[in-house]
């Protein structure tokens, strides 16, 4: 039972995770709560299913499962990474030097934007993934994990290490850790700090869109609100981890997973989603600096 | 080399620069000398395009760079430390300075690092120690060697000597002289005019976000004005 809902929770919690990301990356870069990012991860799980829909009217489906599904998820994060950049660009950008209040309205206006615009061409009805994947299921120490699952945390797990050697090993993460640390002197290096923006919320974004199709597929149902409380929840396991550290993020998603399928399966599963609240609430009482707030090395 | 004309730059509603106009030579060393406050490290920053100007033009080899993203013009072969040496303070000595040759062609790295290494010996000891935790002088140094491993044409020094003991102040005073002897053209901002005008070719003294003298170092440095207000003689 405790190992049970010990790998459940893992499941959430990566997923958590790679939103939690966005959230960090921005921010260490920006100093800003993009609060438009959880609606990104909304947006994947629905052009998802939607791409999917056009591969099976086209017939590649029946054809070929795994074809389409990659396809679809590709496209998904290309349009939703697409979606990132041009909200920095139009919402964000033109606010750079303003109060900073200013960009966190704006972003509560796109994400209002993003919700009322899916639910008008989607419908405020929960829409369901059209295809059950990866049920199969592995025991293994009286655990019962399905492929599904094993699939989102190893995915999970894939992008992070990817992240990593991007930020910690290229040309561009150099130069994203320069611009995190001084954004004056990033410039007065040569570094296109626009760019490095950009590459910053094209990357979270993206990250937000694999997310939310693993969330689709994993829950097989998705409503135009799910963007909030995920986006919440991967807010504040980015606070927890220490807004700004990507190892941070991910630590703070994997405990807030954890905590959240401990909870529900010991407590009450009624006070899921409060336990999130209850989270942040204690840290920001207690360490608001979360983890590895303090850690010299670790921000972007 | 560098010519700036008629140059107004403010923040907000507040002039900073009024109409100033500059030139530098190549081969030159040129101080831009005043108090606090009286637009130094704007005229810097409008030349690296950090704060864009309100009027006035600003030339680099006679083409024009007003408007130039910052990363462009530190293409083109400016290069600025600015006031407060602004290293990284979590990279190490040795990434602090790869940060330096983003814009410089791959191939010169090596050359590049040796040169500022063999300037700046004691960087080379700490090459693998966290910038943060250099002395004051050790990060002017690492500044300056990060703004040269750009292989940049003209070098802009805003307040090098600011915050150091005589002894290093004086050393990188000797430095700067040296790096101008290899054929770097500098336009050096400081309010220690004395050691400033004997080492430059010549001077301007900024007053308010205006010009109110310049000459040749001999000349300002006898200058009985600049003596009573500046020099403190
Ligand atoms: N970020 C800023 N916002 C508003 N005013 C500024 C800012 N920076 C400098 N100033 C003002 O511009 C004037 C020139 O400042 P500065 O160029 O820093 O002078 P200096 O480098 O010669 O000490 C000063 O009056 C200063 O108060
Ligand atoms: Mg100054």
């Known amino acids: 039972m405790f190992l049970q809902q010990l790998i459940n929770g893992l499941t959430l919690g990566s997923v958590y995770a790679i939103i939690a990301l966005g959230y960090t990356m921005v921010y260490g870069i920006l100093e800003l709560i993009n609060f438009a990012h959880g609606e990104i991860y909304m947006l994947g799980a629905y052009l998802v299913i939607i791409f999917l829909g056009i591969f099976t009217a086209m017939g590649l489906t029946s054809a070929n499962f795994t074809l389409a599904l990659i396809l679809s998820i590709i496209l998904t994060v290309v349009f939703c990474s697409a979606y990132g950049f041009t909200v920095e660009k139009v919402a964000y950008k033109p606010l750079r030097n303003a109060p900073r209040l200013s960009p966190l309205i704006s972003a509560i206006g796109v994400s209002i934007f993003l919700q009322n615009f899916i639910m008008l061409t989607q419908g405020a009805t929960d829409r369901g993934f059209p295809y059950r994947f990866g049920e199969g299921h592995l025991y293994f120490l009286n655990v019962d994990i399905t492929y599904l699952q094993a699939m989102i945390i190893i995915v999970s797990g894939f992008l992070m290490f990817s992240l990593r050697i991007f930020i910690w090993k290229t040309r561009i993460g150099k130069a994203m850790r320069a611009t995190s640390q001084d954004k004056t002197m990033a410039a007065l290096v040569g570094i296109n700090v626009n760019s490095i923006i950009s590459v910053t919320f094209i990357i979270g974004a993206g990250l937000a869109a694999v997310a939310g199709v693993m969330v689709a597929a994993y829950y097989g149902l998705i409503n135009y609100f799910i963007g909030y409380i995920a986006g919440i929840k991967a807010f504040t396991a980015a606070v927890l981890g220490g807004i700004g550290s990507i190892r941070g993020a991910m630590v703070g998603g994997i405990i807030l997973g954890l905590v959240e399928g401990l909870g529900a399966a010991y407590i009450s599963s009624e006070y899921k989603d409060a336990f999130a609240f209850i989270i942040l609430i204690i840290i920001l009482l207690i360490k608001p600096s979360g983890i590895y707030g303090r850690e010299i090395d670790e921000k972007v | ?233």
Not at chain 2, 27 to 46: D, F, H, Q, R, Y
Not at chain 2, 48 to 67: C, H, N, Q, T
Not at chain 2, 151 to 177: C, H, V
Not at chain 2, 216 to 221: A, D, I, K, Q, V
């Open chain 2, 1 to 233: 080399m560098l010519k700036l004309t008629s140059i107004n730059t403010s923040y907000g509603h507040i002039r900073a620069l009024k109409g100033i106009s500059i030139e530098v030579n190549k081969g030159e060393i040129v101080c831009l000398l005043g108090s606090n406050g009286a637009g130094k490290t704007t005229a810097l920053m409008t030349v690296s395009g950090i704060l864009k100007p309100d009027s006035g033009d600003i030339y680099f080899e006679r083409e024009s760079i007003k408007g130039l993203a910052p990363h462009l013009i530190v293409k083109k072969g400016i290069c600025q430390v600015p006031e407060g040496r602004r290293i990284f303070p979590k990279f190490t000595v040795l990434e602090n300075l790869e940060t330096g040759a983003f814009v410089s062609a791959v191939q010169n790295f090596n050359k590049n690092l040796e040169r500022v290494f063999s300037l700046f010996p004691i960087l080379k000891e700490r090459k693998n120690q966290t910038a943060g935790t250099l002395s004051g002088g050790e990060q002017q140094m690492l500044a300056i060697g990060r703004a040269l491993m750009s292989n940049p044409r003209l070098l802009l020094l805003d307040e090098p000597s600011l915050g150091l003991a005589p002894i290093l102040a004086g050393k990188i005073f000797k430095t700067i002289a040296e790096i101008n002897n290899e054929g770097i053209t500098i336009l050096l901002v400081e309010q220690n005019a004395n050691a400033a005008l004997k080492l430059s070719h010549r001077g301007y003294v900024l007053e308010n976000g205006s010009i109110k003298l310049h000459g040749s170092g001999e000349e300002l440095l006898h200058n009985e004005d600049l003596k009573k207000a500046y020099l403190g003689i």
